[in-house]
Structures are given as C-alpha cells and as structure tokens.
C-alpha cells in the first residue's frame, strides 16, 4: 500500500496547482497525513500536514499561500498551492505522518521522518 502524489506540473511564479494524495487500499481520514517536498541537493522539508482531528498545521516558508484539505467521500487529501514562487520547486510527497502532524513552538510544520505508506512523488516547477 502506498499514497500517490500527483497534479504536478510547470508553472509561472504567481501561480497555482492542487496536488492530490490518494490510496486505494488504505482508508484517509483517520491518521495525520504530511506533505513534504525535496528540491535537488536540499534536504526534504516538511511544507503541510493534516491531523487525524483535520487540525491543519504548515510550514513558516507556505502559510498564507497553501491549503491542505481532506474530501473523506473521494479518499483523497489535497494541497492547493497558490502564489507560487520559484522557490517552491521540489518533488511533492505524501504520507501518513506516525507523529500525527508534529509541529514546533511556533506552530509550523516539520518534516520527522516518521512516515509510512509514501509512494511516488509529483515535481512541481515554478519558473519563468
């Protein structure tokens, strides 16, 4: 079983895109699901993440700019990226975040490690 990023593409700087997190064996809406992201010869970083209660937790760099959601009808958990800077290249992941959305004293999202069921990420490329 694994979770399937996609709805990557290639974008201006301004911008947006939805990705999509689907599983088709593993139900959704009862465990935190992370987004996180790797840009070449960066480290991953954790961007957003929803909890098991659909509490909404993100980055510091994407707050105000993305929107993760949960449809449970479809089993899917999305992540709208809007206002999209170059800067936000990377290859887009999903999981099931084992921490259930850590976050840290100022509130915002980090990338654990603590993950299971990721799959195949989705590229998104900003430029002009």
């Known amino acids: 079983v694994q979770l399937q990023a996609s709805g990557g593409g290639s974008v201006q700087p301004g911008g947006s895109l939805r990705l999509s997190c689907t599983a088709s064996?593993?139900?959704?809406?009862?465990?935190?699901i992370g987004w996180f992201r790797q840009a070449p010869g960066k480290e991953r970083e954790g961007v957003a993440c929803i909890n098991s209660d659909s509490n909404q937790y993100y980055a510091a760099s994407v707050k105000g700019r993305f929107t993760v959601s949960r449809d449970n009808a479809k089993n899917t958990v999305y992540l709208q990226m809007n206002s999209l800077k170059p800067d936000d290249t990377a290859v887009y992941y999903c999981?099931?975040?084992?921490?259930?959305?850590?976050?840290?004293?100022?509130?915002?999202?980090?990338?654990?490690?603590?993950?299971?069921?990721g799959g195949q990420g989705t590229q998104v490329t900003v430029s002009s």
């Open positions: 064996e593993l139900p959704l809406d009862n465990d935190g």
């Open positions: 999981a099931m975040d084992r921490l259930n959305c850590p976050y840290d004293y100022s509130g915002n999202y980090y990338y654990s490690g603590e993950y299971d069921y």
